[in-house]
């Protein structure tokens, strides 16, 4: 079965450093999507991408976070400058009609230090 | 805005017994969608069901299926014969008909005894 690759699977950045979260969605995927979720906490919605450009944001996603999809098959998520309370699980997603049923990838745990 | 709420932070089920996760939510929209997603301790979310809101009938999943009631904005998913694989945190989410981003409930952790 086709899947949401993400990596890496889990990462450790100095506060201020940048990060980049790299995600492969399924082949013929048209929707891209971050979600995080802090530990403990419910699922968040950060951006969706589509047709090479951010579709919807939400007020999480701010001038710090952006959003790549670098060549057919990557799609990126950078923090410029991370915070301790960046800290979460990043998750990817994909769907190939833009009506839910995503296909989760497997998460990248960030951790702020 | 719309809102999901899952009012039980924790459950458990004895195997093989049937057990229903709740969910409510709040919209203004006629036409939407509903998930139930399932996060076991490898953290990654699985889809378990999918219910579109222009459908009457209730959607069914295997051992999974829910009771979809629109008026009263209720989304229940029923887990019948209850495996240990089912152990998961359990999450309820929303997508209005035109939008693309999904709406998570603070999820239920489910624990299934043997």
């Known amino acids: 079965e086709p899947e949401v690759t993400q990596t890496p699977s889990h990462q450790v950045t100095q506060m201020g450093q940048e990060v980049i979260l790299r995600c492969v969605p399924i082949?013929?995927?048209?929707?891209f999507y971050w979600y995080r979720q802090i530990l403990g906490q419910k699922v968040e919605f950060l951006v969706s991408f589509y047709n090479n450009e951010i579709s919807e944001k939400s007020e999480i996603f701010d001038d710090q976070f952006s959003v790549e999809r670098p060549d057919g098959s990557n799609f990126t998520l950078k923090i410029r400058s991370t915070k301790l309370e960046d800290s979460a699980m990043y998750f990817c997603?994909?769907?190939?009609?833009?009506?839910?049923?995503?296909?989760f990838g497997s998460g990248t745990r960030l951790t702020v230090v | 805005a719309q809102t999901v709420t899952q009012s039980q932070p924790e459950m458990s089920v004895q195997e093989a017994e049937t057990v229903t996760l709740s969910c409510t939510y709040d919209t203004s929209e006629s036409n939407y969608y509903l998930f139930w997603y399932k996060q076991p301790p490898s953290r990654q979310m699985i889809l378990v069901i999918r219910q579109e809101a222009y459908k009457q009938q209730n959607a069914t999943e295997n051992r999974f299926s829910v009771n979809f009631q629109k008026a009263a904005k209720s989304f229940s998913l029923k887990i019948s014969d209850s495996q240990l694989g089912d152990t998961a945190m359990y999450f309820c989410?929303?997508?209005?008909?035109?939008?693309?981003?999904?709406?998570f409930g603070a999820g239920t952790r489910l624990t299934v005894k043997p």
């Open positions: 989410a929303f997508m209005g008909y035109n939008n693309n981003d999904m709406r």
């Open positions: 997603a994909s769907s190939e009609q833009g009506n839910g049923g995503y296909t």
């Open positions: 082949s013929n995927h048209l929707y």
